[in-house]
């Protein structure tokens, strides 16, 4: 076997596990087809121009908005979809489960994992680690009936993200 054919062949083979070592960003199916089909969906997807944008345009406003205009300099990406649908199984789940499935890459971790078998509910909140620092979160939250993806991308605060949810509109997870 010629070197340029070990070359291709190993990277052939290696592929796969480079795909699911792509970092804090999830790679996210489009699920363009299921917006016709669900009853409400939410597809937000920030980059980070304007996170830094945002981030500028609060340095000259109210002093309090500086935790938040701190976190917003942290992150790279905010990526988030959601589908809710009028009855049970209208979305391909293994859609879903492809996204899951990248959470096994090197530097995520689990953080919490609840099952219902009973609801067919299934949550996985897990954080991407670079050098004992948070540089990523993924939540994904799933029954039946509906699904939800949120990939924060950067360095975070785990501290400070409370500031972020709220600013979002989020429950207050620590409740």
């Known amino acids: ?24 960003q999830l790679k996210l199916p489009a699920f363009d087809n299921l917006q016709k089909l669900a009853s409400s969906s ?20 109210d002093p ?6 701190q976190l917003l300099r942290g992150l790279k990406g905010l990526y988030i979809r959601s589908y809710e649908f ?11 489960e492809a996204v899951r499935e990248q959470l096994a890459a090197a530097g995520w971790n689990p953080l919490a994992q609840i099952r219902s078998h009973r ?6 909140v897990y954080v991407c680690m670079s050098n004992d620092t948070v540089t990523g979160l ?21 501290q400070k993200l409370g500031a972020l949810g709220a600013r979002l509109g989020l429950p207050d997870l620590a409740r």
């Open 138 to 158: 993924a939540v994904i939250a799933s029954d039946r009936r509906k699904f939800t993806i949120l990939n924060v991308v950067g360095s975070i605060d785990p």
């Open 1 to 24: 076997m010629s070197v340029p054919t070990r070359v291709i062949a190993w990277i052939t083979v290696c592929l796969p596990a480079l795909a699911l070592a792509a970092g804090p």
């Open 64 to 69: 309090g908005d500086a935790e938040f205009q």
């Open 119 to 124: 609801d067919s509910e299934k949550v996985d």
């Open 86 to 96: 009028p009855a049970d199984d209208m979305y391909p789940t293994v859609e879903v």
């Open 42 to 61: 939410v597809d937000i997807s920030i980059g980070p121009w304007p996170l830094g944008i945002a981030a500028h345009v609060l340095e000259n406003s």
